[in-house]
């Protein structure tokens, strides 16, 4: 765990305050002990804008987006925006000095190639960019200083990658990982859509971007491996559900699964290890927690992992939050328990 920051506060903004992710955002880094929240910033349509279910932790009113502000009044930036605007507004910042910690998926992808195919607004950036999934790259985080962007990792890849990377890395693993996710509907956005509406989704629940999302291409990208991607739109309004299907190599068993995930975990505060207790979403809504548990059917036989998350939290606000605690040499559980 990092050590407490004893500075003085950060002086931090956000930028798309009032979607799902920036009003967690806003929820977290009002009470950290080491920030200061200088500016909150939407749209203009949101400009003055009150959010009610902050009353009493964040009662300022909601600016108009102003990259300016934020590159002068701030030391670091979190945008919760759009992947478009997220491209354009990003390395500006980090190009004049500011920290940004980046929710939306324009710079994850490290490939020139893949990012054209899935982000094509993205343009090739000359500031240093580090991938967000803390637990991973804690070291590159802490190196990371003014100027530099991280790209904080998607929501269902955080999941996956939790679960997969230390067993991938043992070479536990045969090829042909099968990844079946469930989200909830805030996954989408605040902006409503037909597929999103309450009359669509209520009692069904439907796979989509089959062979066709992006998150698959950020999971084989830290894996160094092809897997099968499938997710599913249920009806809840938050969380991830993630059932995991792999072969295991010869003579594997639960043991050496479980041993591969502790000494990855030994010292992260927020991946929890259940075993073959599986985990369910409530476990983690309205927590920055990974839950991972798994089964065994023999050794060298058939693995099943399941792996939680608050997709608005974990996946998305708690782990920006947690990626500056480890830029910035605080606690990596400030403002997050």
Not at 32 to 39: N, S
Not at 158 to 170: D, G, M, R
Not at 250 to 261: N, Q, S, T, Y
Request: aromatic residues 6%.
């Amino acid at each position: 765990m990092v050590r407490m920051n004893t500075y003085s506060p950060v002086r931090v903004g956000i930028a798309g305050a009032t979607g799902y992710s920036g009003v967690e955002l806003l929820r977290h880094l009002a009470k950290h002990p080491g920030v200061d929240v200088r500016l909150a910033m939407g749209s203009s349509a949101s400009e003055g804008k009150r959010i009610k279910s902050l009353a009493r932790i964040w009662d300022a009113p909601i600016e108009q987006l102003d990259v300016d502000r934020l590159a002068t009044e701030t030391d670091a930036v979190f945008l919760a925006l759009h992947d478009t605007m997220a491209a354009e507004i990003g390395p500006a910042l980090a190009a004049r000095g500011r920290r940004v910690f980046d929710l939306s998926g324009a710079f994850r992808l490290r490939s020139k190639d893949a990012r054209t195919k899935w982000y094509p607004k993205t343009p090739d950036v000359e500031v240093p960019v580090t991938y967000g999934l803390t637990e991973r790259y804690r070291e590159a985080l802490a190196g990371s200083g003014a100027g530099s962007l991280v790209a904080c990792a998607g929501c269902y890849p955080t999941a996956a990658l939790l679960s997969l990377t230390p067993l991938v890395a043992a070479g536990l693993l045969q090829p042909g990982v099968i990844i079946d996710a469930k989200s909830g509907v805030s996954g989408a956005g605040k902006s409503p859509t037909e597929r999103t509406h309450f009359s669509e989704i209520h009692g069904s629940m439907a796979a989509y971007g089959v062979f066709a999302h992006r998150h698959a291409a950020e999971i084989e990208q830290e894996l160094c491996m092809d897997v099968t991607f499938v997710p599913h739109l249920v009806p809840l309004d938050r969380g991830i559900l993630e059932t995991i299907y792999a072969r295991l190599q010869p003579g594997v068993d639960a043991e050496a699964i479980g041993r591969a995930l502790s000494d990855a975990y030994a010292n992260s505060p927020f991946v929890r290890l259940t075993g073959s207790d599986l985990p369910e979403i409530k476990h983690v809504a309205h927590t920055n927690f990974c839950d991972i548990g798994w089964r065994v059917n023999q050794p060298g036989g058939q693995l099943v992992m399941v792996a939680c998350i608050d997709n608005l939290v974990k996946g998305a606000a708690g782990q920006a939050i947690q990626n500056f605690n480890v830029a910035y040499g605080f606690d990596e559980t400030a403002g997050l328990l």
